[in-house]
Structures are given as C-alpha cells and as structure tokens.
C-alpha cells in the first residue's frame, strides 16, 4: 500500500520546490508501476497545479455515515456565508477574501508525541485513501445551521498512518496564518487552533474534509484540507490545516482561550445547555426556502447513537 512509502515526503520541507514536484512525480510514478496506487488516483487533478486553484471536481465513493435526509443546503449558500475570521469577521468576508489564499504547494506537518513524524504534501494526502461523500448536518454556535455534503475520509486514517505513542491523549490543528495572504484581525491570537480528544479524533464520523458538493474545497470553506467534526459547534472544525500536533494534555484552542465561559473545549452540541448569551435550543436551517426557518437543535446534532458513548459519565453541563 502507499502508506509505506509516504515517509519519503518529509524532504519537502527542506527541498526546493520544482526538485520537490519532480521528485514527487518519481515517487508517485514508481508507485504507479507497482500497482500500489488505487484506481481513483488515476482520475485524480494532474499533480502540478497552479498556486490559486479553481474549484476541481473529485472523484468520490459513497460515504460510511449515516443517511441525513434534511434538505441540503444550496452550494452558493454554503460558500457565501462563512466564518473564516482570518480573512475578516464578517460572514460575507470569507467569499470576498479568501480567493488570493495560495492552497498549492501546501503540505500538513505531523509532529508531538507519534512514532512517524513528518510533512506530507496535500497530494498525497488526498490521495492516501478513496475519498468519501458524506452528508452531515453542520451547526454553528451561532445557532444557525447547514446541510452539506461533503468529501473526505476519516482523519482516523491519518492518525493510524502517524502511529501515535501511547501517551497521546489529544490531537491540535492549527490553520495557516499568513499575513501576506491574509488579513488577520486583531484580537485574536493567530494561528486558529482547534482541538479533540483522542478518541474524538479516532471516531470514524470526524471527517478530513478536502471537498465538498463533490469538488475541491473553495477557499473560504478551508481549502485545501479542513476537518468537520459533526457533532461539535462548527467552531472545533479548523479550516486551512498547516499542522496537526499530537500531545498528552488538552490543547489551548483558540475559542476556549479568549471567552472560557462562552465556548467549552468540547463544544458537543447540545440543545440543554444555552449560550450564556442566547439559548441553544433551536438553529436557523440555511436551505433552499426564501424564508427563514426554525429547527429544534438535537443533542449531539442528530450523532446521539453514534458518540453519546465517547461521554459516558461526564458531566455535559460542566464540560460544556
Ligand atoms: N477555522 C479557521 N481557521 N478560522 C475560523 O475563523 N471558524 C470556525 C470554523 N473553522 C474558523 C475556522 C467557525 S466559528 C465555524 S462556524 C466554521 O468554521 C464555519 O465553517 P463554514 O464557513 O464552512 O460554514
């Protein structure tokens, strides 16, 4: 399987990068030739790309993941109001700005306490496994709410690839912060940072997300690579992942940092307990109707069955 080989990308960082890009095509060329890599890689986006990418289409498998049959959301909704805040704090910035975020060459650096260390370039990332089309319902903490369906595998592929040590007890994302790129507003403390426990980050829902509505990320929704994790406050969702740290004690995240009081390290949606400023209880659904619309919030965004366990005797209002 490619997996063996991966290892071979921690020169990019230090290589220049057309040598990188060339020796990138040999690797993947080699690999080709021993019938390691998967069909779908054949249809995959030709590996030199240009640095700002337009929207490409993915080839996709059905995804492992429980049938949403709540309207999706209308594509041109999903990508015109977003919370990016580095490209600005309004939800009309992210669509307006991102567009001059360069999302090749990218590459995701892994590091802290795993056994295999290193930098993997996008490409191989994306092509590592068969990329999934998975619907989930998205809800913000802001209480409105989307349905999306997106393209991805499981980050859990990635974390068994890393080889975690056992004293790794949780996973931290930090997005790009590019001030060359972006424009990063004070008051917050660049780069965003997002967090899970480990065993968040194993459960086969939290999806490595590379796409969505079958083709490549646009930029304001986190291109090149973001995680969605479905049950959580869209908040614990990084966008723009540079870096994935492994550690033995729970991460600083950006949101929990600056209001402790507003926004839990866990951010499990839960319609009992409110906001200190507004109630949790119901979300504006973004969908096709003209009007707005009002839906009752479930625990756990509707993933009840699926996580309730991974919080088996905590205390949900004190862990909020
Ligand atoms: N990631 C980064 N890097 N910067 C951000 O401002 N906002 C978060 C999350 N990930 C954010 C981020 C919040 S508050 C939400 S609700 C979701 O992204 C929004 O995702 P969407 O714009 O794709 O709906």
Redesign the pocket.
Known sequence: MLIGKVPEFKSSEITPREKFLNRRNMIFGGLAAAGLAYEWHKKMPPLYTPSVLAATKLPTVPGKAPVVTDAVTPQGK?TS??????FGTDKAD?KANAGKLHTRPWTIKIDGLVNKPQTIDIDALMRYRPLEDRTYR?R???AWS?V?PWVGYSLSELIKFADPKPSAKYVQFY?LADRKQMDLPSGFDW??S?GLRMDEAMHPLTLLTFGAYGQTLEN???APV?VIVPWK????????IVRIHFSDSQPQT??NDMAPEEYGFYANVNPAHSHPRWSQAHERRIDSSVFPRTVPTLPFNGYQNEVASLYTGMDLNRNF
């Not at 109001?81 to 580095?86: P, R, S, T, V």
């Not at 406050?233 to 723009?240: I, L, M, P, R």
């Open positions: 999903a109001y977003n919370n990016f805040y580095e992210p998205f913000c903490v802001e989307m999306i997005s780069p965003y997002e304001q929704q986190g973001r406050y869209g908040f614990k969702s990084a966008k723009s950006t949101w």
